[in-house]
C-alpha cells in the first residue's frame, strides 16, 4: 500500500476514533446520570433495568470498536494494515474501505464470527 493511502485510512480512522471516543463519553454520563439523578416508581424498573443492559452492550461495542481502530492505526504504522491476520493474504482495497478497522479478509471474518457462535 503507498504512502498516500496509508495516510488516508490514517485519517479515516483518526476520525472514527474521535466519534467512537465521542460517542462513550455521552454514554458513561448518560448511565451515571440515570443511576444517581431521578428516582423511579416500580412500573418503570423494569423498562430502566432493560434500558440499562441496552446502554451497556452498545457501549461494549463501542469499547470492541475502539481496540479495532487502535490496533488498525498501529497495523499502518507497521506496514500490516492491509494483511489479514489469521491466512497473511492481502485484504482488498475496498473491504477496508468499507470497514477501515478490519484485521481479517472476507473469508477469515466469516470463520471467526462463525466460531464466536458455537
Ligand atoms: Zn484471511
Given at each position: 500500500m503507498d504512502e498516500e493511502?496509508?495516510?488516508?485510512?490514517?485519517?479515516?480512522?483518526?476520525?472514527?476514533?474521535?466519534?467512537?471516543?465521542?460517542?462513550?463519553?455521552?454514554?458513561?454520563?448518560?448511565v451515571h446520570g440515570r443511576?444517581?439523578?431521578?428516582?423511579?416508581?416500580?412500573?418503570?424498573?423494569g423498562n430502566a433495568t432493560l434500558s440499562m443492559e441496552?446502554?451497556?452492550?452498545?457501549?461494549?461495542?463501542?469499547?470492541?470498536?475502539?481496540?479495532?481502530?487502535?490496533?488498525?492505526?498501529?497495523?499502518i504504522e507497521t506496514g500490516t494494515y492491509d494483511t489479514c491476520e489469521i491466512c497473511r493474504r492481502k485484504i482488498p482495497l475496498e473491504r477496508l474501505q468499507a470497514i477501515p478497522y478490519t484485521s481479517y479478509c472476507v473469508e477469515c471474518q466469516a470463520?471467526?464470527?462463525?466460531?464466536?457462535k458455537k
Open positions: 493511502k496509508k495516510a488516508q485510512f490514517q485519517a479515516e480512522l483518526l476520525r472514527l476514533r474521535k466519534e467512537v471516543t465521542e460517542a462513550l463519553a455521552r454514554k458513561t454520563q448518560d443511576a444517581g439523578g431521578e428516582a423511579l416508581d416500580e412500573a418503570d424498573m441496552l446502554e451497556l452492550s452498545s457501549r461494549r461495542m463501542l469499547l470492541e470498536t475502539l481496540e479495532m481502530i487502535d490496533k488498525a492505526l498501529r497495523r470463520k471467526q464470527e462463525a466460531q464466536r
